[in-house]
């Protein structure tokens, strides 16, 4: 790493940090995403802990409070003080708290009526790690915890729409790698609804060669006005579209390893969240695991058959502590090899197979590189002992992130910014990977007798 680049990339990303703070949470970006978002405000909570704990609790306290009575924490929490036209979809097409009335959204706030991946488990216990005496103090994982067991009981008990022991999304944007070549099978069978018939605010701030296109869309639109007019329920034979995500499913494993440790932490008993997540872990592994590929696949779980596409959401699961070496040996042997050329052609991971026909270095999550994905890649390197690999990709990633002013992805074989700039996932996950270069496991597992020795 050239010297002096720590303070660089340190001063520029707590700046990015504090001009995205609203006074309760932060924008992923002021232009292009002006209201809160779930997985973002986790990623943001994880780098935003060393710079100031309490803010990083808010961050993640302000999101949960706008959770529903099902469970579900919604992946934008709206701010009103944002003109509607804004961003879209906004407030008046989601209609949560009318439209999700049964399902519990809340009356006081709008949200969006979706949700993505549980990384919240996780950035709370880190977060209550960084200065735990402060957290204990303000009694923030006891405040939490009821909050995070909902979510994380939302998605395995009312999501399993496969009926195989893991959780599925039913729309794109639940992934969070929204425009993923993963889902154009799927999506496929959807009919969009008109382009002309809604304004995409995305196009008054991105180049339209670089995000989705209007065909997309109107699929996307399609899926979240039918989700919307049935009132947002969960009954698994009514979804066009379901797919089992691996990305999803192993953070929703870590998060319950987390919920484990937050359990403990605060008195109480760890024991379903060991089970639950040795059981997602054993679904996982024999639903979505394909020795052929070297990788995790989605399950397309209408058309009952596995999606013949190399997502990197197939690469995550190496976050997942308790994964049979081999599994995770093939793990790091696909990252480095042709698909996704880690080290080699690429300086970070692509979003998408560098083989594939739908490879695009420049479209949103159909090659780009991300700087959550790298940084969950990172410390699922370290975990499973390919220290010299995430050494090397935590460099990359530090000096991608510093070198174009935090972007929110770079093509991946150059290093150069696309998106917005300012991003706060880019800025906090760079805060966290220089603090922390030689962190621990993400969530050692609590062993069976210490868990047994609580109480
Ligand atoms: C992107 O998704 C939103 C929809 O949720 C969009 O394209 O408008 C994705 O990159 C997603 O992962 C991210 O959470 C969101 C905000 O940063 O932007």
Not at 249 to 256: G, H, K, P, R, T
Request: glycine fraction near 8%; include cysteine.
């Amino acid at each position: 790493m050239p010297p002096g680049l720590p303070s660089i990339a340190y001063n520029g990303a707590r700046g990015v940090l504090s001009r995205n703070w609203t006074g309760s949470s932060t924008v992923p970006s002021r232009a292009l995403y002006p209201h809160q978002w779930s997985w973002d405000s986790a990623f943001i909570a994880i780098g935003l802990r060393h710079l100031s704990p309490t803010r990083a609790q808010r961050e993640l306290e302000t999101l949960l409070s706008a959770q529903w009575a099902d469970g579900r924490v919604p992946h934008i929490v709206f701010n009103p003080a944002v003109p509607l036209t804004a961003y879209f979809p906004s407030p008046d097409f989601w209609r949560s708290s009318t439209a999700g009335d049964k399902a519990g959204a809340p009356a006081a706030v709008e949200t969006s009526g979706i949700v993505q991946p549980p990384v919240h488990a996780l950035a709370a216990w880190l977060v209550h790690q960084a200065d735990p005496a402060a957290s204990a103090r303000r009694g923030f994982l006891h405040r939490v915890y009821p909050r995070l067991v909902a979510w994380q009981r939302y998605l395995t008990d009312r999501r399993d729409l496969g009926g195989r022991g893991l959780a599925s999304i039913l729309h794109p944007w639940e992934s969070g790698m929204d425009n993923s070549p993963c889902w154009d099978p799927p999506l496929a069978r959807i009919a969009p609804v008109a382009a002309d018939t809604f304004h995409r605010a995305d196009l008054d701030h991105g180049c339209p060669a670089d995000r989705p296109t209007d065909l997309d869309y109107g699929r996307y639109v399609r899926l979240a006005e039918t989700y919307r007019d049935r009132g947002y329920a969960d009954d698994a034979d009514t979804h066009p579209f379901a797919v089992e995500d691996p990305a999803l499913n192993a953070l929703l494993i870590v998060s319950e390893h987390a919920l484990a440790r937050i359990a403990t932490a605060v008195g109480a008993d760890p024991a379903d969240h060991l089970v639950r997540a040795e059981e997602l872990t054993t679904s996982m592994l024999k639903r979505l695991w394909n020795p052929d590929a070297g990788m995790f696949l989605c399950h397309d779980v209408i058309a009952g058959e596995p999606i013949p596409e190399r997502g990197v959401s197939g690469l995550i699961p190496l976050i997942v502590p308790e994964l049979p070496e081999d599994v995770a040996d093939t793990l790091v042997r696909t990252a480095v090899g042709e698909h996704f050329g880690l080290g080699g052609a690429c300086r970070l991971a692509p979003s998408y197979d560098l083989t594939g026909a739908s490879f695009d270095p420049a479209r949103y999550w159909r090659g780009p590189a991300w700087f959550n994905i790298n940084w969950l890649l990172e410390r699922g390197l370290r975990q499973h002992g390919a220290t010299e690999r995430a050494d090397a990709l935590r460099a990359e990633a530090l000096s991608a992130a510093t070198a174009t002013g935090f972007a929110e992805y770079v093509d991946p074989f150059t290093g150069e910014a696309r998106g917005s700039q300012d991003f706060s996932w880019t800025a906090a996950l760079t805060v966290d990977l220089l603090i922390e270069p030689l962190a621990e496991p993400l969530t050692e597992p609590l062993v069976a007798q210490e868990a047994s020795s609580h109480g």
